[in-house]
T-cell receptor, first 116, second 107 residues
Framework: SAVISQKPSRDICQRGTSLTIQCQVD?????MFWYRQQPGQSLTLIAT?????????ESGFVIDKFPISRPNLTFSTLTVSNMSPEDSSIYLC?????????????FGPGTRLLVL | AQRVTQPEKLLSVFKGAPVELKCNYS??????LFWYVQYSRQRLQLLLR??SRESIKGFTADLNKGETSFHLKKPFAQEEDSAMYYC?????????FGQGTRLTINP
């Protein structure tokens, strides 16, 4: 498994502003993912953060709104840009290792975002 | 397309009673199924995965490809089992989650 931390743990932001969420892992991982969990909803994958290249976004999510960086194998950031109240959600970082039959994803504690 | 359905948003049982949380999936390939659990004020964590065929905290889940199901079962519920449970399907390196079932164990 891995120890995953996220910063900030929560924030309250004004509409039109941007927030960058950091995800730090205590060991090198192959895969890093960003999920959103809207109030009362399940988890939805936003994108896969690829080390050294552009992130792979899921349908309905675009780079201009959710730019992602992954400069190395232990760190990634997700920015929520030009926020609106509809972006109020929990944002979760997840990590995993590819190439193994026992591949499993582990989740960070989440960042709780409220946009006013 | 990948899809996971958990038909019960809420499930309430008494302590000591059997528990079954339902999960059905839709996937054209060979699926990998997981159950994740989120206890109050804790992060989402892996409970069990079908390929390991293990029992964790008394819970088991069997993959039934004919019925495309992966129901989670425990013969005798305990109060500490109260939590949110998510069934997840991995295909093409992507995890797709069901809507979740909130399980409450009454004393």
């Amino acid at each position: 498994s891995a120890v995953i931390s996220q910063k900030p743990s929560r924030d309250i932001c004004q509409r039109g502003t941007s927030l960058t969420i950091q995800c730090q892992v205590d060991s090198q991982v192959t895969m890093m993912f960003w999920y959103r969990q809207q109030p009362g909803q399940s988890l939805t994958l936003i994108a896969t953060a690829n080390q050294g290249s552009e992130a792979t976004y899921e349908s309905g999510f675009v780079i201009d709104k959710f730019p992602i960086s992954r400069p190395n194998l232990t760190f990634s950031t997700l920015t929520v840009s030009n926020m609106s109240p509809e972006d109020s959600s929990i944002y979760l970082c997840s990590v995993g290792w590819s190439g193994s039959r026992w591949e499993t994803q582990y989740f960070g504690p989440g960042t709780r975002l409220l946009v006013l | 397309a990948q899809r996971v359905t958990q038909p019960e948003k809420l499930l309430s049982v008494f302590k000591g009673a059997p528990v079954e949380l339902k999960c059905n999936y839709s996937y054209s390939g060979s699926p990998e199924l997981f159950w994740y659990v989120q206890y109050s004020r804790q992060r989402l964590q892996l409970l069990l995965r079908h390929i390991s065929r293990e029992s964790i905290k008394g819970f088991t889940a069997d993959l039934n490809k004919g019925e495309t199901s992966f129901h989670l079962k425990k013969p005798f519920a305990q109060e500490e089992d109260s939590a949110m449970y998510y069934c997840a399907l991995k295909g093409a390196q992507k995890l797709v989650f069901g809507q979740g079932t909130r399980l409450t164990i009454n004393p």
